[in-house]
């Protein structure tokens, strides 16, 4: 009877034990993500994948990439499918994949508590010139200027000298963000014009202050914008003359006096008497 008794109590353990087991297995990553090899070399495609554990209406996945420097090489936002999974393909390389070594993917989906990360070996770039930014970009002077955007479409980038600013021309489909790679080159806000410590840069959505989210390098400061439906113009405004635009107003205006002088000489000698 005794051994009876102690073949029960051990069954009824063993199906308890097997009954909680599932439970610890359900426990899933609010997101996950990963790429399709462990290194890339220069040129190769990167494939990233991730899943999400449950669907959030009207959020779609942020993605970064950050280079072994700590640059932020790549911005995307990616759309999650009914089956909960999400991807996209970045070509490795360019201007900003110079630096070789342990470069980072991390991914966000609605709220900071549903993120995950992942890294991979890149063995840097040359960054020849002609090499542009993964993903969509819109081109500001000689730079491409990388970007995403949901609810709308970008445009144009307008430069403006006087006001130290980037004039954003856009087109809207419904309420949507802005998520934007701005080169320190391009523009940038310091403290004290263009030395100094970081400032902040000021945002207008059809002439009205916004709030924004911000992320900085040494080389890149990452913007991302929401915006209503009907919205046309942000201007993001800093605090550094480009030199770049600078540059070629310069020029401009030097080949204008040249015209001139060339013009009123010429004008002069046509009226000279002739003796």
Known sequence: MSTRLSVLALSAILVASIGLTPAF??????????????????????????EVKELLSGFPVTLQVISANGNL??????????????????????????????????????????????TFEFGGSTGQPGTKPTGPTIQVGEFAIGY????????????????????????????????????RAVIDAKLGGCSGEDDDFFVLIDGQEEDFDEVLTSDMRTLTISFLEGSEVIEIIGTCVIPEFGAIAALILAVAIISIIAVSARSRLSIMPKY
């Open 73 to 118: 090489v790549t911005v995307k936002q990616l759309d999650v499918g009914t089956d909960k999974k999400f991807g996209t393909e970045l070509t490795a390389g360019g201007a900003l994949w110079k630096s070789k070594g342990t470069y980072t993917v991390k991914v966000l989906y609605g709220t900071e508590s549903r993120t995950a990360e992942t």
């Open 25 to 50: 297995g359900q426990i899933v990553e609010p997101i996950r993500v990963s790429t399709d090899l462990p290194s890339y070399s220069d040129g190769d495609t990167v494939i990233i994948s991730g």
């Open 148 to 183: 995403s955007i949901t609810g709308g479409s970008l445009l144009s980038i307008t430069p403006d000298e006087e006001s130290k600013s980037l004039i954003l021309e856009i087109s809207t489909t419904g309420d949507g963000q802005l998520t934007i790679n701005l080169p």
